[in-house]
């Protein structure tokens, strides 16, 4: 299937859900704050509790990661230096930071030239590049891209089709 057959498909699908939007705007009664009658009004209501929240009514607890309460300071701290502890891995002290480590592959032209090899075959994103069919074709497999010829017909009137599909 081309990428405008599957574009047209979704064209489709998003046009019938808009047009279900427009007769079916949700139910009120199916919100769980108290207000069910005024949007508004439950927005308002929403707006109170993180007013509350945000005024220190007890949102912290260092136990249990929620979406309605926050850690202390403290445990933040705590967290952010253990994610640090095992990003280094117990790295030794003298390759610990990104300067350290630049200097320890000073020297190493071996091992630095055998990386810009490995780096020079690989597709870009910063800049154009000149590649064979047979490259061009394996990219695209790695990629799990589209060809062109794959991908239908760029000149598709998709503001048509999406006009069309909602009716």
């Known amino acids: 299937m081309t990428l405008q057959a599957r574009l047209s498909e979704l064209i489709s699908a998003i046009g019938e859900d808009i047009a279900n939007l427009r007769t079916t705007r949700g139910t009120m ?3 769980t704050t108290t207000e069910k009658t005024n949007l508004v009004g439950a927005l308002n209501e929403l707006k109170a509790g993180l007013d509350a929240l945000e005024a220190g009514s007890g949102a912290i607890d260092d136990n249990a990661t929620s979406d309605a309460t926050t850690w202390s300071s403290g445990k ?3 967290s952010i230096e253990a994610a640090i502890a095992a990003l280094l891995d ?3 002290e003298a390759l610990d930071t990104l300067r350290e480590l630049a200097e320890a592959l000073e ?4 091992v630095v030239n055998g990386l810009l090899t490995s780096i020079g075959h690989r597709l870009r994103f910063d800049a154009p590049q000149a590649l064979d069919a047979a490259e061009k074709a394996q990219g695209n497999a790695n990629l799990g ?3 062109l010829l794959q991908s239908g017909n760029p000149e598709t009137d998709l503001v048509a089709l999406y006009n069309t599909a909602k009716g």
């Open 90 to 92: 117990d790295a030794p």
């Open 145 to 147: 891209s589209l060809s």
């Open 29 to 31: 009664a199916a919100l």
């Open 107 to 110: 020297g190493q032209e071996g």
């Open 76 to 78: 933040i701290a705590t």
